[in-house]
């Protein structure tokens, strides 16, 4: 059963096609064209317009979801790709684990320079013929443990694309 919206709600909403039905009040409905179909959201917030811009957001929201200091991609020399997070460590991290990396996969220690401490796992990944180094500074041994990870996969698509 339909009627016509009554004088109170036509005072409060004037020049509306709304309606009053027995059970409640409804909104008109779209006409032709109406588009109903559900707006899809992307599930990325940002998006970066060049390859280094991409890694620094994917590097961003790791230390951020994970609470992490810092987080650096570097090439096999030692030379930061992309960072985010305290530049400082990250320049660091970088230099001083390209000394660790040919020997070694995987890093999780501590490094010690010029009066700081810094919680690091490393992980070396091979993207395109180029090993490349991820480094994570800070945050809880599991924050870094799936951090890394997160990175690791998102450097390499990036880079891959």
């Known amino acids: 059963m339909r ?19 027995a059970g409640g009040f409804l909104a008109r409905g779209g006409g032709p064209g109406h588009h109903r179909a559900m707006v899809t959201q992307d599930r990325r917030l940002r998006r970066g317009a060049t ?28 030379l930061p790709l992309a960072s985010s997070g305290d530049p400082y460590a990250c320049d660091e991290v970088a230099a001083r684990m390209v000394l660790v990396g040919p020997r070694i996969r995987e890093f999780n220690g ?11 796992q490393m992980k070396k990944v ?32 990036i880079l891959a694309a």
């Open 126 to 157: 091979d993207c395109q013929g180029a090993e490349l180094l991820v480094c994570v500074v800070g945050g809880t041994a599991e924050a870094r443990q799936r951090q890394i990870t997160r990175g690791a996969e998102g450097a390499v698509r």
């Open 110 to 120: 501590v490094l010690f320079g010029s009066g700081h401490r810094w919680d690091v």
């Open 51 to 78: 390859v280094t811009q991409s890694l620094r957001f994917q590097l961003a929201a790791c230390c951020e979801e994970g609470h992490i200091a810092a987080m650096v991609v570097a090439d096999e020399n030692g």
């Open 3 to 21: 009627v016509q919206a009554n004088d109170r709600t036509a005072r409060a909403y004037p020049g509306s096609s709304a309606r009053l039905t």
